[in-house]
Structures are given as structure tokens and as C-alpha cells.
């Protein structure tokens, strides 16, 4: 396998912090109560990143789905592994996600939690893809708009590795 380097570590801390000033700005009304639910296991590392630059004071939980498996694309059947157990109604709900590909996690989980009555909901990923998008679901934070490439690293993995990777790379099969 070899890796054509799409985004390096000081391209994405760049990034993560932006967002993370933008979030803190449009949460900064004390009022608000921002939850965010970060999406296993892809996105960990990238929600560890993004909350240090957050500003304004979070609470925050998790969320385990599976529609990959060991495979390159979504099987299109999402399946919540695990959900929450608090009651999100007080809270302002911030769902980040590694990146928004085919929509379909993205819309269940959305769906599943607008359901419980948030204050508020909005997502966040780091990655987007429209190209493969299959369902109506669009992103109102968005690190990188990517092409269709199959990509692993930071926190996407490829098989059971390459999560740990501090950059994004695109994998090109020998």
C-alpha cells in the first residue's frame, strides 16, 4: 500500500482550531448548553482536538454506530450500537462526526436524537465528501470539502489501523 499525503498535522491543527473559535463564537450566548456527541470511533480524535479550542463550557458524550464494517464504503444500514442515556432536552446538541460521506449516519443519528427534543441541533465533521452523498443530510461545520478518495489517518481508519496517524492520507492499493 502506498500513501499520498492529502492533509498534514499542522494543515489539520490549522483547521481544528478555526472551527473550534467558530463554534465557541456561535455558542458564546449564556444561554446556550452545548452538548456535543461525538460519534465512535472515528471521530474521537478529531472531537479530543476540536474541544481543547472550544471556549465556552461543554459537556460531552458518546455516540457508537457501524455501517462500514471491514469494508470502503457504507452498507448503507446503520446500525446505533450504543446511544445515550442522559436526557438531552436543556442542551444545545453538537454532533460531530471523522466526516460525512454517503449521509447515512450522519441522518440516523440525527434523526434518533431530534426525537429526544434537544434545545437545539447542529453537526460538525471533519471531513466531507458530497460527491457520494446519498442522502439529503448537508453539514453546518465542515473542516475539508475532499474528492472520492479513500482515505485513512487521523482517527479514519483503514482495516483495524492507521488511526493514530497525525495526518490524512489517501490509499492507493499496489
Known amino acids: 500500500m502506498k500513501k499520498n499525503i492529502l492533509y498534514s498535522k499542522e494543515k489539520i491543527e490549522e483547521k481544528v482550531k478555526e472551527l473550534g473559535l467558530t463554534i ?5 450566548n449564556e ?32 455516540m457508537e454506530t457501524s455501517s462500514y464494517g471491514f469494508g ?5 444500514k446503520v446500525e ?28 440516523t443519528v440525527y434523526d434518533f436524537l431530534k426525537k429526544r427534543n434537544p434545545k437545539s441541533m447542529k453537526t460538525c ?7 457520494r452523498r446519498q442522502v439529503d443530510m448537508n453539514v453546518d461545520y465542515t473542516g475539508f470539502v475532499i474528492e472520492d478518495k479513500f482515505i485513512a489517518g487521523y482517527g479514519l481508519n483503514y482495516g483495524h489501523h492507521y488511526r493514530n496517524t497525525p495526518y490524512i492520507f489517501e490509499v492507493i492499493e499496489n
Open 125 to 131: 465533521t471533519f471531513l466531507d465528501k458530497p460527491s
Open 24 to 28: 465557541s463564537s456561535d455558542y458564546q
Open 72 to 76: 470502503k464504503e457504507s452498507t448503507g
Open 80 to 107: 446505533i450500537v450504543s446511544g445515550l442515556t442522559i436526557d438531552i432536552s436543556d442542551y444545545d446538541v453538537l454532533i460531530v462526526d471523522d466526516i460525512l460521506d454517503s449521509g447515512h449516519t450522519m441522518k
Open 31 to 62: 444561554d446556550k448548553n452545548l452538548l456535543i456527541i461525538s460519534l465512535l470511533r472515528g471521530s474521537f480524535i478529531f472531537t479530543a482536538d476540536l474541544v481543547r479550542h472550544i471556549t465556552v463550557p461543554v459537556r460531552i458524550e458518546f
